[in-house]
């Protein structure tokens, strides 16, 4: 298995534009997380689905902020309208049993200027 | 939001030396703790998994659990340069599979 896959490895983007970040979990793994990453917050999880429904949206920071899994082998992160303050790396992360560890993607790296 | 404690460090130890690692956390329901390690620009990988009290040894890696306390530690046995990079924290909230990370302790090992 190829792992944890995200797309686009870095985004450039105007304040204001939307900015769609996508995911592709390891085959078979139930859970999918959204983190972000930042210097001063640390890893913060934004939402985690469980078979592809919504379990916990709690850390997504507002409502421009959204996430999909329409199916077990794709997820997206959208953000509409951007503002610089979301510039972050962002991470998908997956697992398949209960506690059990979560595998990484390599990241999202997001610059909004 | 549960919270997860590290020192931010940055820890330095010498070549060859033990490194300390230390973590607290406040949700005494979690059932599950989890050692990562990012390197600069890189992803979190996975080093040790620990669910019951005690220590669990892997390597030169031993993780520590004391639920009691709601400690994990992790050390390091003859630390290598290549041990440079910032160490994870994770724990399960409990009842549910979210995972909380602590802002990570920078370990810098000096040849």
């Known amino acids: 298995d190829a792992g944890v896959i995200q797309s686009p490895r870095h985004e450039v983007t105007e304040m204001g534009q939307e900015v769609t970040l996508r995911c592709k979990p390891i085959s078979g793994h139930d859970y999918l997380f959204w983190y972000r990453q930042t210097m001063m917050r640390g890893l913060e999880l934004l939402i985690y689905?469980?078979?592809?429904?919504?379990?916990?949206d709690s850390g997504m920071p507002e409502d421009r902020f959204s996430a999909k899994m329409p199916n077990a082998s794709f997820s997206t992160l959208k953000i509409q309208p951007s503002e610089p303050r979301d510039s972050a790396v962002y991470f998908c992360a997956t697992k398949g049993l209960r506690n059990t560890e979560a595998f990484f993607g390599q990241g999202t790296r997001l610059t909004v200027v | 939001q549960k919270e997860v404690e590290q020192n931010s460090g940055p820890l330095s130890v010498p070549e060859g030396a033990i490194a300390s690692l230390n973590c607290t956390y406040s949700d005494r329901g979690s059932q599950s703790f989890f050692w990562y390690r990012q390197y600069s620009g890189k992803s979190p990988e996975l080093i040790m998994s620990?669910?019951?009290?005690g220590d669990k040894e892997d390597g030169r890696f031993t993780a520590q659990l004391n639920k009691a306390s709601q400690y994990v530690s992790l050390l390091i046995r003859d630390s290598q340069p290549s041990d440079s990079a910032t160490y994870l924290c994770?724990?399960?909230?409990?009842?549910?599979?979210?995972?909380?990370f602590g802002k990570g302790t920078k370990l810098t090992v000096n040849p």
């Open positions: 994770a724990v399960s909230e409990g009842g549910s599979e979210k995972l909380v």
């Open positions: 620990i669910y019951s009290n």
């Open positions: 689905f469980n078979n592809n429904v919504p379990i916990d």
